[in-house]
């Protein structure tokens, strides 16, 4: 579903990823593992068009995206949960769900339909459906965050360390949602540095480290390679 090949990024002058490779079979979890600094959201970020890389390419079902809007990413069907959530705080939560469907420009009865779906998917928006996001919790700003991106109907969601700051409770709420969504059809790439509970839900693994990928495979594979894990993770329970 997704390719990348000879991926560099930099910031500025200064390089972040040096001609990574990565893929994303349709229908799996696909977690990407690193320390900070690695390069992890940078990668994410230049595949849904918030940054330009130098060079590479990035298809997505067999289409280049490099150099296209964001927006037109979303409408291509990719979406993109950023770290920290980043909900509106000042608007309800059924109005930041509706921002997640706008570059989709959905009929009412669509967005009625999956507004709905939110709600399945998450119950505890449908109870908060007026709040404002800024007064809620973490973990329930972290739902709306996924509910959000569910808005635009995408077929791969990419998701940057869902579990950040949230509590142990939370966090297992939150990666059943994520194996939920994708038993439900949707394929996901993820970005977690708790590398023991992204291997937990992935399938396939990638670990970056200084901008480059060290280390895939599936994660058997990869979760048996202890002294990788401990030489770019840290004992791989970050």
């Known amino acids: 579903?997704?390719?990348?090949?000879?991926?560099?990024?930099?910031?500025?002058?200064?390089?972040?990823?040096?001609?990574?490779?990565?893929?994303?079979?349709?229908?799996?979890?696909?977690?990407?593992?690193?320390?900070?600094?690695?390069?992890?959201?940078?990668?994410?970020?230049?595949?849904?068009?918030?940054i330009k890389p130098v060079s590479g390419t990035i298809e997505f079902l067999g289409d280049a995206i490099s150099g296209r809007r964001p927006d037109e990413i979303v409408k291509m069907g990719l979406a993109h949960v950023p770290e920290g959530r980043l909900v509106f705080p000042g608007l309800t939560v059924i109005e930041n769900l509706k921002i997640g469907s706008y570059a989709r420009r959905l009929s009412p009865s669509a967005l009625k339909s999956n507004l709905e779906k939110a709600y399945q998917l998450f119950p505890r928006l449908a109870e908060r459906k007026s709040q404002l996001a800024g007064t809620m919790s973490g973990g329930e700003q972290q739902m709306l965050a996924i509910a959000r991106a569910m808005m635009s109907e995408p077929k791969l969601l990419m998701l940057d360390e869902p579990s950040l700051g949230l509590a142990p409770v939370i966090i297992d709420a939150i990666m059943d949602k994520i194996r939920e969504?994708?038993?439900?059809?949707?394929?996901?790439?993820?970005i977690e540095q708790n590398a023991e509970l992204a291997l937990a839900v992935s399938h396939i693994a990638y670990v970056l480290s200084v901008g480059e990928v060290v280390l895939s495979g599936?994660?058997?594979?990869?979760?048996?390679d202890r002294n990788m894990l401990e030489a770019y993770l840290g004992g791989g329970k970050q």
Do not use: F, Q, W
């Open 1 to 50: 579903m997704l390719r990348i090949r000879d991926l560099t990024v930099s910031y500025s002058v200064v390089p972040v990823l040096h001609s990574i490779n990565l893929e994303v079979p349709e229908g799996k979890i696909v977690t990407l593992l690193g320390a900070n600094g690695a390069g992890k959201s940078t990668t994410l970020k230049a595949i849904s068009g918030l």
């Open 181 to 190: 969504i994708n038993e439900l059809g949707t394929t996901i790439l993820l």
């Open 218 to 224: 599936d994660r058997d594979t990869v979760a048996k």
